[in-house]
């Protein structure tokens, strides 16, 4: 499968976020998230147009970055998508032939094959277009000995207090979920087949996935071997505004809806999630009741799972535990799910409706529904 790969793909090397204050949402991610900020790049390091902050938990990379005046190449962005996802970039072996092979297939390029170069080696990226404004980077740092990338120094070890540092056990990224325009669904499916050599998944439709107001229509694409997973959503026709018509409107567009962190632990990491003020969804208390008739058993305790207020799925290969963050900005945007498997490769279905409807709570408090 590997070699007739037209595209190969190793993993998702990092997720960049341009924000308006990377400064702060470094602070965040850290102590809220438990991510370690280990790199630096600005004035100080000779970077003039842009700060950016490198963030590292288990094989998770971050990293934010904000621009130093309105002349840098992004900072509109800021003004009409708030702070969010700019690019998903994806480890290859070869840049120059995935930025060709995509070019080819059709994908829009914004940066064509570029080497970085310092005293700790090259770094090489190429980057396109993905949904929206979200971009796609193919990057390679095997000649690359640094602690990033070129301009990225260490960070200045006087910035945070080892004693304030406390990680939760975040692993790994499991998927990366795009929201689309109402119709575009299948064109963007089709963008990751065609282009990417992606393939489907699962597909769900709106009898799966709808509430009396809100409704929504997902596809799972996956490249990379299975590493990398893509959820893409569009609204579907429901009597309210629905959350992905919600998103759309306030980031003014299509962009990444949320990503979902994988943990080995997901009551430990909750827990200490929670004890930093991370927010969460909640569900009612009879999604409790209900559940040991849906998933029969599994091992963890049903108890805390309620307490938390941890979702449970399965599919017949095993079963699932996931949560929700509200969304990290003003913007009911961005969020993050924090999710644990036994087995299963569910993104839970099963749970959309009692999810949905907390969110419409949610929505009704913003005055948004
Ligand atoms: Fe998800």
């Given at each position: 499968m590997a070699t007739n790969d037209p595209l190969p793909l190793r993993r998702i090397d990092h997720v960049r976020f341009f924000v308006g204050n990377a400064r702060q949402s470094a602070y965040f991610y850290r102590n809220a998230f438990g991510f370690d900020v280990v790199a630096y790049a600005g004035l100080e390091t000779r970077l003039r147009h842009e700060a950016g902050y490198v963030l590292l938990q288990g094989n998770i990379t971050f990293v934010l970055a904000s621009p130093?005046?309105?002349?840098?190449?992004?900072?509109q962005r800021l003004v009409v998508h708030g702070d969010g996802v700019q690019d998903i970039a994806l480890e290859v072996e070869d840049v120059p032939a995935a930025y060709a092979t995509a070019v080819a297939r059709g994908a829009a390029g914004i940066v064509p094959p570029t080497l970085l170069e310092d005293e700790h080696g090259v770094y090489e990226y190429a980057t396109i277009r993905a949904y929206g404004d979200t971009t796609h980077s193919f990057v390679n740092r095997d000649r690359y000995r640094g602690?990033?990338?070129?301009g990225y120094q260490p960070?200045?070890?006087?910035?945070?207090?080892?004693?304030?540092y406390h990680q939760t056990g975040l692993a790994a990224i499991d998927h990366i979920v795009g929201n689309v325009e109402e119709g575009k669904m299948n064109a963007w499916v089709k963008f990751y087949q065609d282009v990417m050599g992606f393939t489907q998944l699962i597909s769900f439709d709106d009898k799966d996935i709808s509430t009396e107001y809100s409704a929504l229509m997902s596809k799972v694409v996956q490249g990379g071997n299975g590493r990398i997973k893509f959820p893409i959503n569009e609204p579907a026709q429901g009597k309210r505004r629905s959350q992905i018509e919600e998103y759309l409107y306030f980031y003014h567009g299509p962009g990444v809806q949320h990503i979902a962190l994988m943990t080995g632990n997901i009551i430990e990491t909750v827990k200490a999630l929670r004890a930093n003020d991370v927010s969460f969804l909640r569900v009612p208390p009879a999604y409790y009741e209900a559940l040991p008739q849906r998933i029969g058993s599994i091992k963890e305790d049903l108890e805390d799972l309620a307490e938390l207020g941890i979702l449970v799925d399965r599919d017949d290969a095993g079963y699932m535990l996931q949560i929700f963050t509200k969304p990290v900005a003003d913007r009911p945007t961005l969020f993050f799910e924090i999710i644990q498997r036994h087995g299963s490769r569910s993104f839970g279905k099963g749970n959309f409706k009692a999810l949905f409807e907390a969110i419409e709570l949610e929505q009704a408090r913003r005055g948004t529904l």
């Open positions: 130093l005046g309105p002349e840098h190449p992004e900072s602690i990033f990338a070129p960070i200045d070890p006087e910035r945070y207090s080892p004693a304030t």
